[in-house]
């Protein structure tokens, strides 16, 4: 079992920047990929980006790569998704999720947080 919470949305002007936090706690998170998705009113929940927990290798999806960050903290059990140069596009609920195993797009997501709006405003 894995725990996700997730903090850090809000409102932002466009161009601004955000920064999301997810905590993890539970099973061996070194055994799972983490990563963020978003999903957008009346749209399916897409990838964002993903890191594996022990390499910290990542993957970002086409349309973010450039603008959005991820990283861990492995001491602290803590995913990170710095979003800047934001877009009204980019207006969603963000989820934290974990996979085990290593594939970087996560088709196959085996634990959600509960979600964090982000609003962008113009």
């Known amino acids: 079992q894995v725990q996700l919470v997730e903090s850090g949305g809000g409102l932002v002007q466009a161009g601004g920047s955000l920064r999301l936090s997810c905590s993890a706690s539970?099973?061996?998170?070194?055994?799972?990929?983490m990563g963020w998705f978003r999903q957008a009113p009346g749209k399916e929940r897409v990838f964002v980006a993903s890191?594996?927990?022990?390499?910290?290798?990542?993957a970002y999806s086409n349309s973010m790569k450039g603008r959005f960050t991820i990283s861990r903290d492995n001491a602290k059990n803590a995913l990170y998704l710095q979003m800047s140069s934001l877009k009204t596009e980019d207006t969603a609920v963000y989820y934290c999720?974990?996979?085990?195993?290593?594939?970087?797009?996560?088709?196959?997501?085996?634990?959600w947080g509960q979600g964090t709006q982000v609003t962008v405003s113009s």
């Open positions: 999720a974990a996979a085990f195993g290593g594939i970087a797009t996560m088709p196959r997501v085996d634990y």
């Open positions: 539970g099973s061996t998170l070194s055994n799972y990929r």
């Open positions: 890191i594996s927990w022990s390499s910290g290798y990542n």
